[in-house]
């Protein structure tokens, strides 16, 4: 199953469309300090943090993410 997520900057009416699979949750996170780009960028992440995945040996997991860039 496909889950979407849209980020709007309103800055420069830019747009980021995600659509996961696999995953339960979105990460939004930048650096703490403005020496590492604080204020230059967000980074946007899938995750399977609230309930993390166990593969057993020989088995797999499969997750997907698709990030499309574009303008409002």
């Not at 889950?3 to 650096?31: E, F, M, Q, Y």
């Not at 403005?34 to 609230?50: D, Q």
């Amino acid at each position: 199953m496909w889950g979407d997520l849209k980020i709007t900057d309103r800055r420069d009416a830019s747009v980021l469309g995600i659509k996961a699979s696999g995953w339960t949750d979105t990460v939004v996170w930048n650096p703490f300090k403005e020496s590492m780009g604080a204020s230059k960028f967000v980074c946007v992440e899938c995750a399977k943090a609230a309930q993390p995945v166990t593969v057993p040996p020989g088995a797999e997991w499969v997750a997907a993410m698709l990030v499309t860039p574009g303008q409002l």
